[in-house]
C-alpha cells in the first residue's frame, strides 16, 4: 500500500467510525447537547463537514469558495460558539458525505508533498502546514479526535458503546 493509499484509508476509517457511531439517532438526538459547552452530535458533523472542507480546499487548494447550503439556510461560522446547526440532518450529512468526496478526489489528484496554496485562518504556534501531507494527517487527527467526543455522546444519549465499524 503506498502512503497515499495508506493516508486515504485512515481518513475513510475516522469518517466511517463517525457515522456510524451516530447511526440511529433520531432528530432530536442529534440536536441534543450532552456537555456543558452545549454542542450537538449534529454540529459536530458539520464542523467536521467545513473542517474537510477548508483544510483540502482552502488550506491546500487555496480555492477559497462560497459554499452555499442546499437548504438555503444561511447559518454563519461563529468559531467561538458551541457547534450547532440549524440545517436539517439530511443537509449536514449529505454536506459532510460531499466534503469528504472532494477531499478524497483532492488526495487522489494531487502529490502529497505539494504545498499549500492557501492558509489557515489562524497561526499554529510551531506548526509548519507545508504540504498536501501535513493537510492529511491533520484531518485524520481532527476527525479521530471528535470521533471520541462522539462515541462519549452517544453514551451519554441512549448508553450505546462500542459503536463503529469492527
Known amino acids: 500500500m503506498s502512503e497515499k493509499q495508506m493516508l486515504r ?31 450537538t452530535p449534529l454540529g459536530m458533523i ?10 483540502f480546499q482552502d488550506v491546500a487548494m487555496g480555492a477559497v469558495m462560497d459554499h452555499a447550503w442546499p437548504d438555503g439556510i444561511d447559518d454563519p461560522y461563529d468559531p467561538d460558539a458551541p457547534f450547532k446547526t440549524r440545517h436539517s440532518v439530511e443537509a449536514v450529512f449529505g454536506y459532510y458525505r460531499r466534503q469528504c468526496e472532494i477531499s478524497n478526489e483532492i488526495l487522489a489528484a494531487t502529490p502529497l508533498d505539494t504545498a499549500v496554496k492557501g492558509q489557515h485562518n489562524r497561526k499554529w504556534e510551531g506548526e509548519d502546514i507545508s504540504d498536501l501531507r501535513w493537510v492529511a494527517l491533520h484531518q485524520i487527527e481532527e476527525t479521530a479526535r471528535h470521533a471520541g467526543h462522539l462515541d462519549a455522546a452517544r453514551e451519554l444519549l441512549d448508553g450505546q458503546t462500542g459503536l463503529g465499524p469492527r
Not at 19 to 26: R, T
Not at 32 to 37: C, D, G, T, Y
Open 9 to 39: 484509508h485512515f481518513l475513510d476509517a475516522q469518517r466511517t467510525s463517525v457515522l456510524a457511531i451516530l447511526d440511529g439517532l433520531d432528530d432530536a438526538q442529534l440536536r441534543s447537547p450532552v456537555l456543558p459547552s452545549g454542542w
Open 46 to 55: 458539520e464542523h467536521l463537514a467545513g473542517a474537510e472542507q477548508h483544510w
